[in-house]
């Protein structure tokens, strides 16, 4: 995905690079490019915002989660298997 | 975060070994939230995948005397969870929705992340570039977080092919690095990237369907 493009940088090119382009793993000269690219774009642009709104929304999705039943069981479990020791 | 602290890692394997609850107790924290996402990836109810987390915990208990260092005690961890999920899925997969949806490459290389019509082709005037170009979604912080944008995200995830789906929980519900969630997967980097890449462009085009429709 990272390899440098020798054709001049398009849209549907972009949209595969976004990836990488978030997460800081493009080769500077291909960076460049596609930097250069959304400065024309405005669907690139959109895209990637898109694409950011999309992983906070995820993070959102799994904050806030608790599993208290299974935390209190495998202790419980750890407990009566291998207790014994307990550093307090 | 499923922190690797190589130094610290001897100890508490030891602790683990001779009985130390607290160490044990400190384990379950970190990792109890993270697993139980990871076996939600693969099994279609919160209970099962409570039963999932239940067995693999039982398993680290069971398995902490013969575990040899090979991988990281966390990388350990979630391969036994792993194991125990997709053999749970499998059996399970009768009840999703989705499984009649596998895709030809479970890696998704060969999917583009973008439908190609939305694209003009090699006649276009501009081939390679937009023909229906993505749009600024309106309000999307409180759009995303409504219950009908958690539930499209989740259709999408649904649908993910399964190590897409495993990345995408750790690298974007739960945050970890990328370093850390190819240590849980064992898996490459550029495999890692590749399958992360393709999981996101779906969930992006899922949202924004739904932001389409919305505005529609």
Known sequence: MTAPVSEEMNCKMFVELVTDLIEGRLVASVRLEAEAHLDDCHGCTAYLQQMRHTIAGLRALAVSEDFPRTRERAIAVFAELRGGSSAD | ?????????????????????????????????????LALAHVPSRAVAEDVVGDTWLGVIRGIDDFEGRSSLRTWIFQILLNIARTRGKREKRALPFSSLRRRDPEGRDEPAVEPSRFEGPRGEYPGHWARPPVEWQAPEERLATEAARDVMLGAIAKLPERQREVLTLRDMLGYSAEEARNALDLSETNQR???????????????????????
Not at chain 2, 22 to 27: E, G, N, R, T
Not at chain 2, 194 to 215: G, Q
Request: charged fraction near 35%; hydrophobic fraction near 45%.
């Open chain 2, 194 to 216: 590749v399958l992360l890449h393709r999981a996101r462009s779906k969930v992006r085009a899922a949202l924004e369907r739904y932001f389409e429709e919305a505005e529609a």
């Open chain 2, 1 to 37: 975060m499923a922190g690797a602290r190589p130094s610290d890692e001897g100890a508490l394997v030891e602790a683990l070994r001779r009985g130390d609850e607290a160490a044990f107790a400190q384990l379950v924290d970190e990792l109890n939230g993270p697993l139980t996402r």
